[in-house]
């Protein structure tokens, strides 16, 4: 039978609360990483005047203001929509910061000790709608039509007649844009 003596207790209790407090510090560090160093990305996007209805990248976000997370850099498709105002498409680039270029991003997404807001804050004036009054319309609708009648259309199905090549004979200089012959003129139907 083993026994065990006072001092040999003593010291298996010292070296479980000593193998205990590592223990505890480990998942208090590990916690502490699981929740540092994150980087919340916000658009936030007004307009003047307020109440557009704001598409990013072809997603409806909500009506201006108003603001969304996102997840990458680079170049977004705005697009804000108010009746009685022209509809604005923008190409809205949005740089990455210095902490987010690789290797420094591996450090600020996951060993920051605190969590970094990258706000984003875009604003547009909207123009009011033109109304174009009938007369205008009219008229630019009858240049359309004579400027579409001085070009020839083919029909479907047509062929088109291609110029026969020119034979050069040997020796002949050769030119770097030789001049040529116009198309034969063809009729509308």
């Not at 699981?34 to 996007?45: F, P, T």
């Amino acid at each position: 039978m083993h026994r065990t003596t006072d001092g040999n207790r003593v010291a298996l209790q010292r070296r479980t609360t000593a193998h205990q407090a590592r223990l505890w510090v480990f998942l208090l560090a590990s916690l502490m990483l699981l929740e540092s160093g994150c980087v919340r990305r916000r658009l936030n996007v007004y307009s003047n005047p307020a109440g557009a209805l704001v598409y990013v990248d072809n997603q409806q976000i909500g009506t201006t203001p108003c603001s969304v997370d996102f997840t990458y850099y680079g170049t977004r498709e705005i697009r804000l929509v108010k009746p009685g105002y022209e509809t604005l498409t923008v190409n809205q680039p949005i740089p990455t910061p210095w902490y987010e270029i690789p290797p420094l991003d591996f450090f600020s997404e996951n060993l920051a000790g605190t969590k970094i807001r990258d706000n984003r804050t875009v604003s547009y004036n909207l123009a009011p709608q033109l109304i174009v009054p009938n007369e205008v319309l009219l008229d630019r609708a009858n240049q359309l039509r004579q400027d579409s009648q001085q070009f020839p259309v083919v029909p479907a199905g047509a062929t088109v007649p291609v110029p026969t090549p020119v034979e050069i004979p040997a020796g002949a200089p050769v030119l770097a844009n030789p001049p040529v012959a116009p198309p034969p003129a063809m009729q509308n139907p």
